[in-house]
């Protein structure tokens, strides 16, 4: 792998669009014998299910990417089964509790130790929200609000109840009103019988700080040039 990220560097490094970008990744399943595999998350289902996790990295620029680190992530019940996972072919010496995080620290501390050249490092919130690992990348390190939410959180209008400006038209049962029972008769019967009240269009925002903390968006810390005497 060392040498695949030699070669990466030498096509995609170097230039201000270049980037270390780190991920994880899941590998189902079905016995328990393989090494790290174990009940967990796996992002490339989206749920808990028996598989081997693992940390990743790929050096990037425009829409070219190259994987060049990985590590295997030992869940705790691996790292206290140590004949479990010398039958596993682990060596000993990676017997060690680390959590992604610390894996993926590793993998940036280890590009730049080869000499890799990247502008900046791309993490997804759930590595962006360890504030020991931005501050390990760089001392100023901030999750990068331009980059982070791209997103409007819908399409239509969201209403709000009571306002005096409404459309024509527009009405509905207002939030937090509580349901009637359904009583027989037509669908029609029951929706002319609902309480019509004013209802106002509004239009949600991303910007807004409740909105941010409620979204896992992309970490991007901008201006981490991998030479190590920027970061001390």
């Known amino acids: 792998m060392r040498q695949v990220a030699s070669e990466a ?18 590998f189902v399943k079905k016995g328990k014998d393989s090494a790290g595999v174990a009940r967990q998350w796996c992002g490339r289902l989206g749920k808990l299910e028996n598989c081997q996790a693992g940390v990743f990295a790929a050096s990037c620029r425009a829409e070219r990417q190259i994987p060049i680190d990985g590590r295997l992530y030992l869940p705790k019940e691996w790292v206290e089964n140590r004949q479990r ?32 050249r990247f502008a900046w490092v791309g993490l997804d919130g759930g590595y962006g929200k360890e504030p020991w690992l931005l501050r390990a990348l760089h001392p100023r390190a901030r999750p990068s609000r331009q980059t982070s939410i791209r997103t409007r959180l819908s399409t239509r209008p969201i209403h709000s109840r009571a306002s ?3 459309p024509p ?19 029609s019967d029951w929706h002319g019988s609902r309480d019509r009240v004013p209802w106002r269009g509004v239009r949600a925002c991303a910007r807004s700080r409740e909105l941010r903390r409620g979204l896992a968006g992309v970490v991007s810390l901008r201006g981490m040039a991998s030479q190590p005497s920027e970061y001390g």
């Open 164 to 166: 005096p400006n409404v």
């Open 169 to 187: 038209g527009a009405a509905g049962t207002p939030h937090g009103c509580k349901r009637k029972p359904l009583a027989s008769g037509s669908i």
């Open 85 to 116: 996972c010398r039958q596993a072919g682990i060596p000993e010496t990676e017997i060690v509790a680390r959590s992604k995080a610390q894996h993926a620290l590793a993998m940036v501390q280890q590009a730049r130790a080869d000499g890799l």
């Open 9 to 26: 560097d030498r096509l995609l490094g170097g230039h201000p669009d270049s980037c270390l970008l780190i991920d994880e990744s899941g």
